[in-house]
């Protein structure tokens, strides 16, 4: 089905959009029909954890990913050595979300924790 609609713009508005058509080689209708699908398409949201302890529970860290916030949390960690370091590159490769940084990152907690005190939740 193909319905249709009508708004006024102004002047100005409506030149940049026959600008902007005629360099992609369309009509002025189709560029603002893909621009308002695009708009419309809400991409899927994404939310994880990836969490960890020490053996002996006195160091822990997390990294939790929501829909492009990152947030983390670790405690027991100090300037002694260079472990905070290795938590610091994991949530770089969080925030930069790009393909595989996700198990990049999850592959330097279990480096730091060992994989059996590695945990991820996807939510």
Known sequence: MVGSFTT???DQLLEKLDQMAEEQGMSRQTLISQVLARYTEKPEEEYY???AYSDDHQRYADIRYMDGFVSEHS???DDS????????HA???V?????GDKEEAI???????????VFVKDE
């Open 107 to 117: 592959k330097l907690f279990q480096a730091l924790f060992g994989e059996r005190n």
């Open 49 to 51: 954890t990836i969490k």
């Open 75 to 77: 405690t027991g960690f």
């Open 91 to 93: 949530r770089d490769l």
């Open 8 to 10: 006024r713009l102004d």
């Open 81 to 88: 050595n260079n472990d905070w370091r290795i938590l610091e």
């Open 95 to 99: 925030e930069r979300n790009q393909l």
